[in-house]
């Protein structure tokens, strides 16, 4: 595969969201703190920090606002944001002071009502509230398209499908679009035919990819959808995270295994490798719960990788 490769790509850390809300065991909340803090030292400068969504459904954010407003009391809050499912989420988001939100959509029906509880024009009918209420002055407001590529309920995703959300979302004036691979069932090829569809028709929006590591695609796709152009890529440290309609699934694509790959070619992501390998072992150290992370932790910054050692020569 021969990859057209730019000067810089923007890695966001989703791993205390995507991550922490699939670890079984409660992360106390200066645990929680304590791992944001290690990423944002990294160089991890773009992070969803928590979800703003019901304790009931997912115990483990029932602390999002304490975490949210201890991180925002002590960083600076440019690039952090959090996902939130409907109005009620955004308003707990604009309480807590943050300044970005993302808002999630499943591409097909019935996960959307497995995920949020309510169908895909409805949710649409509140993201189109949220963005025209006078109450929020977000910074940005992202959406994120889950099973852009497929759907544990109905199989492969039609690109027409994709293009129906996409355009739904251009209506409102969203710019910002994360295609989603939630079930790690996404290919390369699928992954170019799609992005290279959706840029075409829509060259004014923005699009990320989030590619869950499922069958080890996770890399592949990556920097197949980098070479199509993207050039934001949604990672978890130590992979940790999964959708929990697909038992079995490895998780999110690892963000210390696609920094390593992009720093070996030269690309340029902004973090430290060896302070990224250092935060994510501690993760899992942290998280208590070893089973929530399909990705064993392998590398040895100060062995096998030294800083600088695999990166292109020239670049």
Known sequence: M???????????????????????????????????ENLLEAGLKEMQIGSFVSARAIPQMKDANDVVTTILSRHDADGLSVLVPNMNGARRAADAGIGEITYVISVTEPHNRANVKRGVAESFDELRGIIASPEFRFRRIKL?????????????????????????????????????????????????????????SCPEVTFRAHFHDTRGAGIANSLTAIDAGVRIIETSAAGIGGCPFAPGAAGNTATEDLVFVLDAMGVNTGIDLSKLIRAAKDLVRQIEDPGASGHLIHLDDDKLFPPGLYRAAGR
């Open 144 to 200: 994120d398209l889950a099973t852009a590529f497929g759907c544990p309920f109905e199989g492969r995703t039609p690109q027409s499908l994709v293009l129906e959300r996409v355009a739904a979302a251009r209506e409102m004036g969203i710019r910002d679009i994360c295609l989603c691979d939630t079930i790690g069932t996404a290919t390369p090829k699928q992954t170019r035919d799609l992005l290279e569809l959706l840029g075409g």
């Open 2 to 36: 021969t990859v057209d490769l730019p000067d810089s790509v923007r890695i966001v850390e989703v791993a205390p969201r995507d991550g922490f809300q699939n670890t079984r065991a409660f992360i106390p909340t200066g645990r929680k703190v304590h791992i944001i």
